[in-house]
């Protein structure tokens, strides 16, 4: 019996992961551009540890917001060995592990960030009427993509670098100054040298800090002028965020709702992607894109482990598993709903630590519909926040591929991470948990049951088949 609906499915599995499979493929040809980027925003922040810090930060983030984090990772890696070799050994790991948290805190400032978001916009996108689109996500997540990075940032510093190590400099310059006023007193004499000293270590610094600069600039001259095919890869690009913010804007009408319906956000990537397959550029004539390119940059792990999910869900799914299990967490109804959902992010949060996100999102996604399904809750209230924990794992190399990406290149101990990294997890959920109650109550309305959520809704007909 299992097998004959398995091969039944089989559509419907690559009707599912197929259109997902092409989201990446405009942004492949975008390496050069993304490195040109990562480049010019270190160059503008500076060039001292906490700029630098800031700087890696920042492209890091912004990158992994479109395409994978792991490949953004294993891009920003290179670069800052070179620049470890200027600003100074002791900086390693906080510089690792900076990378390490952006490309996680990256991804989820849009849908197509991380693999758990995708899975959590498959599973609400079968339920008619729900609120979640491309432009709905990044107005919530985006600015508290921001908040935590910035978080990560500060709990950096704190953890590695001295608190007020710029009062100490500024200090130390007016001791000098004033010492040099009083050369005839030995107590100063000995307070001048002691001081010069330590302006030499400033200036050691200073040094340091121009050498990281100048290294910078000479990468970035490396690359040289933009090609054509970046400037086409680019455009296509911004056609592509264009088309997917306007799709169904809401507050007025989307391309979408002029066509027939069944176009989602996959539809606008499978059009860039059959653009960047037809147009020639270069002076071969050559398309920007070519299958044997694909075949040897798409991360087709990714793909087959969202299909796994996805057929994992089903499974679950058709076997009344996920009902049955949301019926025995409707035995916490007693409980205030902001403290089930606390508790539901701290779950997610312990799981995502040792297992990979995309599998937890894939086995607690459907469990928390039902459950919400059965406390009458908004389905958003629990599987927002949720699918968010679970991309905030910092502790362990084993939580995400970022972290497992930055472990080996470090050489840290995996000590280390979890003494640096358990604080932040713990922080960056409770502002998430924080952020879905302030911002994205009133965004989606999670104060009221909706009605595209209710069993009526065919995409919820399995609590009735069971």
């Not at 680019?234 to 056609?239: E, K, N, P």
């Not at 629990?382 to 502790?395: C, Q, V």
Request: net charge neutral; aromatic share 8%; glycine share 6%.
């Amino acid at each position: 019996m299992i097998l004959p609906r398995l091969f039944r499915r089989w559509k419907l599995l690559l009707l599912v992961v197929l259109p997902f499979a092409l989201l990446p493929l405009p942004l492949l040809w975008t390496a050069p551009a993304a490195r040109r980027v990562g480049l010019k925003v270190l160059l503008m922040v500076g060039s001292s540890p906490r700029r630098v810090l800031l700087g890696f930060m920042l492209p890091t983030a912004l990158l992994s917001m479109w395409i994978s984090n792991t490949a953004s990772t294993a891009m920003m890696i290179p670069i800052l060995e070179a620049v470890l070799t200027e600003l100074g050994a002791e900086h390693r790991n906080m510089m690792m592990l900076a990378i390490a948290y952006a490309a996680n805190v990256g991804g989820t400032g849009t849908v197509i960030g991380t693999p758990p978001n995708l899975i959590m916009f498959e599973f609400i996108s079968k339920l008619d009427g729900q609120p979640i689109t491309f432009g709905s996500w990044m107005v919530f997540s985006a600015p508290l993509m921001i908040i935590n990075l910035i978080i990560a940032w500060i709990w950096l510093q704190i953890l590695f670098l001295p608190i007020c190590c710029n009062k100490a400099k500024t200090k130390d310059v007016e001791t000098v100054e004033s010492s040099e006023t009083k050369q005839n007193n030995l107590e100063k004499m000995e307070t001048l040298e002691t001081n010069q000293n330590d302006l030499e270590k400033i200036e050691c610094v200073e040094t340091k800090q121009d050498d990281v600069r100048k290294l910078l600039e000479t990468k970035y001259k490396q690359l040289g002028p933009m090609s054509e095919e970046e400037y086409a890869a680019f455009s296509l690009f911004l056609l592509l965020v264009f088309l997917w913010l306007s799709r169904s804007p809401g507050f007025v009408t989307g391309w979408a709702d002029l066509l027939p319906p069944g176009c989602g956000d996959a539809t606008p990537a499978v059009f860039v992607a059959l653009i960047m397959f037809a147009i020639p550029v270069g002076a071969d004539g050559q398309p920007l894109l070519n299958w044997k390119l694909v075949q040897s940059k798409l991360a087709w792990g990714v793909i087959i482990l969202l299909g796994g999910g996805f057929a994992l869900a089903e499974g679950a799914d058709r076997s009344c598993l996920t009902v049955w299990v949301g019926e025995q967490l409707a035995r916490l109804e007693g409980l205030e709903a902001e403290l089930l959902r606390i508790l539901i992010c701290l779950l997610v949060s312990l799981i995502t630590q040792v297992a990979s996100n995309a599998a937890t999102a894939s086995m607690l996604l459907p469990v928390l519909l039902q459950l919400c399904q059965q406390l009458r809750i908004n389905p958003l209230f629990l599987m927002l926040p949720a699918t968010l924990t679970s991309s905030l794992a910092f502790m362990l190399p084993v939580s995400t591929a970022p972290n497992a990406i930055v472990f080996a290149a470090s050489g840290m101990k995996t000590s280390d991470m979890i003494k640096a990294g358990a604080g932040l997890t713990l922080i960056s959920m409770f502002v998430t948990v924080g952020w879905t109650e302030l911002v994205g109550a009133p965004i989606f309305n999670m104060d009221e049951f909706p009605e595209w959520a209710f069993p009526s809704n065919t995409s919820l007909s399995s609590a009735s088949r069971c």
